[in-house]
């Protein structure tokens, strides 16, 4: 199957859908979910949805729902796992003029967005990978996790992401913590 950006894609064994941002390699793409968080999915794993015509649907009247005044958003399984490469050639592709501080600046409000977005979207577990470095990056990490109320972490599986992984668990909804 060939996919394009912009094509809109439905996952083959979970929940949700979202769109082609970009197509990363003959097997990989970037997708973007309808929560707003981009992850690159194997392309095995996508099925695309075909736009339908006009002329393909039928009317019919039907009958008014009552709405509910709590209606509740199907949340993703507690298995959903976003894994983020906070690696800055991944982030920006002209990375390599950027000084050291502007890199690490860039890759922590990535970070920050894509765990607030985990946090908005019900996700019960996202992976930084950080790589390993001299640890700038992996300690500003965890300065700033260790801020939140209802977030643990940890390092990441070293036989799933190698040794520069932080594995954060959202346990609870609460965004900072009362006293800094």
Known sequence: MSYKPGDKVSFLHEK???RV???LSAHKILVELTEGIEIEVNMKELVLVGLI???DMSARHKEPVEIK???SVAKPHAKDVLVVDLHAEKLDENSY???NQQKLSMQL???QDSLERAIKSHLSKIVFIHGVGNGV???SIHDILKRYDGIEFSDGSYQKYG???TEVRIISRNRFKESF
């Open 16 to 18: 949700g859908e979202g």
């Open 97 to 99: 003029s950027k000084s």
């Open 109 to 111: 409000d990535h970070f």
């Open 53 to 55: 015509s006009l002329a």
């Open 137 to 139: 990056l992996r300690q």
């Open 69 to 71: 005044k709590h209606g």
């Open 163 to 165: 040794a520069g992984a």
């Open 21 to 23: 941002i970009k197509v």
